[in-house]
């Protein structure tokens, strides 16, 4: 089990680890979801600013029933 793995069961990780993440992965598209709910968008903003630190790429920010095309 790669020590990714074996955080992912007890850890949630920031928004500049999921860039860094996805950037080296190559990932196409990112669909963030599972985030902290909120009573506005200031949270989802300082997310996606994190994300976009390292990732480019187009970003789904998911909520509930939200369907994503692959």
């Known amino acids: 089990m790669s020590r990714f793995e074996a955080e992912g069961k007890v ?33 989802l903003s300082a997310l996606l600013e994190d994300v976009r630190g390292d990732y480019s790429g187009p970003v789904v920010l998911g909520e509930d029933l939200t369907r994503i095309e692959v």
Not at 24 to 38: E, F, S, Y
């Open 11 to 43: 850890i949630a990780i920031t928004g500049d680890t999921v860039g860094k993440i996805a950037a080296k992965a190559g990932v196409r598209k990112l669909a963030l979801t599972h985030h902290r709910p909120r009573s506005d968008d200031t949270m």
